[in-house]
């Protein structure tokens, strides 16, 4: 194969037998070379396929600023992501990728920490692009010797999610941005309360859940409906504070999504709601 273009010393581009432009990685696979010659194939360690000309400009631009190590890195993540996935990823990814790791390294050493808000549900909803960014965390200890905090695996773990491109991942996104609504709002009214819940408790999992399946009903328009009310009624009466809470949550999703929520609904909230406040007494 001729190198059609050199971008760095470890890094060129060539063109295939059908004229498609193959990125190729590989330590000094770029060194002394020159358009037309041809691609010393003992040095390619990795092969990727950008499609589109602005992203091979905006990848040769990415390999001006961002070390070869932290771009192969990068590339070795991706390689474990297709393995573990079993999906093909947007080409992008290999210039999102690396600059997110860069930019996070460089956060890193200059002491800027950044929380993850949507960590729990990222983990919940989406294992296994969590693992592989987990496996993005022990990467980067092993090669650069800097041990990040786990957001930062949830900060990788999106990166997957976003590069995989079907309307089940569409729809989970959406849940999982109704979810961080609700959580939000939730935890600001109760404020110091909420946030001394054991997060990985068996009860605030149920919580966690509970969102998760109405933000679903809100999304496809479905409703949930308890036949039988009088408990509720009398978990109304006992648990005021829950239920002005759960009436301020349903009424920002009428306004924002459009969705009328039943009073069914706006009790049931207040249920688990009660069930994380009043974690020592029955509900």
Request: glycine share 4%.
């Amino acid at each position: 194969m001729k190198i059609s273009r050199v971008l760095n010393n470890s890094c060129v581009i060539v063109l295939d037998d059908n004229e498609k432009e193959l990125v190729l990685l590989g330590n000094g696979i770029g060194y002394a070379k020159r358009p037309k010659d041809m691609v010393d194939k003992t040095k390619v360690e990795k092969v990727f396929v950008l499609q589109e000309g602005q992203h091979v400009e905006r990848f040769a631009e990415l390999l001006e600023r961002v070390p070869d190590g932290i771009v192969d890195l990068a590339e070795e993540l991706i390689e474990t992501a297709h393995e573990s996935l079993g999906t093909e990823l947007d080409e992008s990814i290999h210039i999102s990728l690396p600059d997110h790791i860069a930019g996070a390294v460089d956060n890193y050493k200059n002491d800027v920490v950044l929380h993850n808000t949507l960590l729990l549900e990222i983990k919940k909803f989406y294992e296994k692009e969590y693992r592989v960014g987990e496996a993005g965390l022990k990467l980067i200890e092993e090669r650069l010797g800097i041990r990040m905090a786990e957001d930062e695996a949830g900060f990788i773990a999106m990166h997957f999610v976003n590069a995989q491109s079907n309307s089940e991942n569409d729809q989970t996104r959406a849940v999982i941005t109704l979810v961080d609504e609700m959580d939000r709002i939730i935890s600001q009214y109760f404020g110091k309360k909420m946030a001394a819940l054991d997060k990985n408790s068996l009860i605030y999992c149920r919580y966690m859940t509970h969102l998760k399946f109405f933000a679903q009903r809100v999304l496809t328009k479905t409703y949930f409906e308890e036949n039988d009310v009088k408990p509720l009624n009398l978990t109304l009466r006992k648990y005021k504070e829950e239920y002005a809470c759960s009436k301020k949550v349903c009424g920002f999703i009428e306004k924002k999504y459009n969705y009328e929520v039943n009073e069914d609904e706006v009790l049931y909230l207040t249920v688990h709601l009660a069930q994380i406040m009043n974690r020592k007494q029955q509900v």
